[in-house]
Nanobody, 124 residues
């Protein structure tokens, strides 16, 4: 199992930026891919961004493409989500997750381990 701890959420005005951090520990050698998902109240959890641990091109949801950037520090087993030009519709609880095998990057059910989440609120 991989333990994940997210941080960096908060309250920001529209147009502002935040950087989320996800620190992984435990059986990190088993990680095949890591991703970010988000869930707003009353809505289903949705895909935000992901990449494979071996370094394939990152994937983004259309709603965040051009505004969000996923990156990583392999030495620290840490993944980041830089979020720029934030909009009120980006308000959600953001979760980090890992996959230990192949399968769709876009579906939450294919991810094996999850963090507790960090709240992002975009409001004036």
């Amino acid at each position: 199992q991989v333990q994940l701890v997210e941080s960096g959420g908060g309250l920001v005005q529209p147009g502002g930026s935040l950087r989320l951090t996800c620190a992984a520990s435990g059986r990190t050698f088993s990680i095949y891919a890591m991703g970010w998902f988000r869930q707003a109240p009353g809505k289903e959890r949705e895909f935000v961004a992901a990449f494979t641990w071996s370094g394939s091109l990152p994937l983004y949801a259309d709603s965040v493409k051009g505004r969000f950037t996923i990156s990583r520090d392999n030495d620290k087993n840490t993944v980041y989500l830089q979020m720029n030009n934030l909009k009120p519709e980006d308000t959600a609880n953001y979760f980090c997750a890992v996959k230990r095998s192949t399968g769709s990057y876009y579906q939450s059910r294919t991810y094996d381990d999850w963090g507790q989440g960090t709240q992002v609120t975009v409001s004036s």
